[in-house]
């Protein structure tokens, strides 16, 4: 009895989308303004205190007040494109986040500066929010999550480049010059968007009825459990990675003993660890499921974690520190594209709304995150661990407890 030869393998579905390589950079470049805006002043921080005759914990702040504007930057404009559309919003942030920018530049004072960042992080937050519904707007299934970490591993270059050239500029400038620069970059971004950024939501899908309508969108997609699993799985990753963002700067610096040049390369390769896990992340779209990419960052992340409290318990080492740290940039590279288009996909109809909840809670938990690390003052470094730790936990929590299909371990997402 013979039997038929088997059918040959069949290769991967090539995976389009129709946006302009223009649109694509653009979008990317606008969600890289909350890396831009803080990677690269992080290693001025200690001079800007000086300078501006306040205390370390005012100058941290200013960080704190970025990331909250950026939160509720995106949870109001976000859910109000529902409604407009997406160009009018987007437009208009990225007009006022040049201007708040060059007020940084310029502020005389910390109240001022604190108040100027801000302003930045809200207006900035029309490019990180509306980037992310555009790309709900004009695509779907699997070509999201080509998308979506297309985006992370252009997005991954920001704080790669950002702290070397934030650098750069501080060894021959000031920190009002990295803010001179950041003005440029942001007039730059405003000019890509007024010549490649299209309505992509038409007349006829946006919300209709009251302004305040515009919001009924945040309590459906509360409403959705998968959806928030996996929402909460990227904002809880990210506020591991937050912890380790605003902590390096006095851990790295004022206990391992770096200086602004050696601090800025090692964050630089840190860095380049979220853009070379998010590449292989974004090629294994169509040939891993997306959801076993994620337990595996998720895994890798919580036993990054572990191994380095341990490590500090013994006391901070310079080489395992600086190993596991790269580790850890690597871990939520695997997780941040995978789990931003699972919970995207779970709320495409109110694509902004889904997007602003998305980006408030991460921006929350961001700001949340720089005052925990700062516990102990400027020469502690067990408040960074225990913070790591501890958001590496509830990143594992959240995705193990959302329920399953078995499309998240498909390749073809079917």
């Not at 910390?110 to 100027?116: K, Q, W």
């Not at 006829?204 to 309590?219: D, K, N, Q, T």
């Not at 998968?226 to 904002?235: A, E, P």
């Amino acid at each position: 009895m013979s039997s038929s030869p088997a059918s040959p393998a069949q290769p991967p579905a090539k995976i389009s989308f129709g946006l302009s390589p223009a649109l694509i950079v653009t979008l990317a470049s606008l969600t890289a303004i909350g890396p831009l805006g803080i990677d690269m002043y992080l290693a001025s921080i200690p001079q800007i205190a000086t300078d501006l005759n306040t205390s370390a914990a005012a100058a941290q702040m200013t960080l704190s007040a970025f990331m909250l504007g950026m939160a509720l930057g995106q949870f109001v404009i976000g859910p109000l494109s529902d409604k407009t559309g997406r160009r009018v919003p987007i437009l208009i942030g990225s007009v006022v986040c040049f201007v708040a920018t060059a007020l940084c530049a310029f502020s005389p004072n910390i109240e001022v500066f604190i108040a100027a960042r801000f302003i930045m992080g809200f207006s900035g937050a029309a490019g990180s929010v509306l980037a992310r519904s555009i790309v709900a707007d004009t695509t779907t299934g699997l070509a999201t999550a080509k998308l979506m970490g297309i985006m992370m591993m252009i997005n991954g270059f920001a704080p790669v480049l950002a702290p070397l050239f934030g650098g750069w500029v501080l060894s021959w400038g000031s920190w009002r010059t990295v803010f001179n620069v950041l003005t440029v970059i942001t007039a730059l971004l405003m000019l890509a968007v007024l010549l490649f950024v299209r309505e992509t939501l038409p007349v006829e899908r946006r919300l209709a009825g009251s302004v305040l309508h515009a919001y009924s969108g945040v309590p459906v997609v509360l409403k959705k459990r998968r959806y928030v699993g996996f929402m909460l799985t990227m904002s809880f990753a990210f506020g591991a990675l937050f912890s380790y963002i605003s902590g390096s700067t006095f851990v790295l610096q004022n206990v391992l003993g770096m200086d602004p040049g050696q601090f800025t390369i090692v964050f630089g390769i840190n860095s380049f660890g979220i853009v070379a896990m998010s590449s292989l992340a974004t090629n294994l779209v169509g040939k891993v499921g997306q959801r076993t990419v994620l337990n595996i960052g998720v895994s890798s992340l919580l036993t990054v974690a572990v191994l380095l409290m341990i490590s500090f318990s013994f006391g901070i080492n310079y080489w395992v520190t600086l190993v596991l740290l790269f580790a850890l940039t690597c871990s939520v590279g695997l997780i941040f594209g995978n789990s931003s288009a699972l919970a995207i996909a779970e709320a495409r109809e109110v694509a902004g709304s889904a997007s602003a909840v998305m980006g408030t809670i991460q921006a929350l938990i961001g700001g949340i995150a720089a005052p925990l690390v700062s516990l102990g003052g400027e020469h502690a470094y067990m408040p960074m661990g225990l913070s790591i730790l501890g958001f590496a936990a509830l990143t594992a929590l959240m995705l193990w407890t959302t329920p399953r299909l078995s499309s998240d371990f498909s390749a073809d997402g079917k």
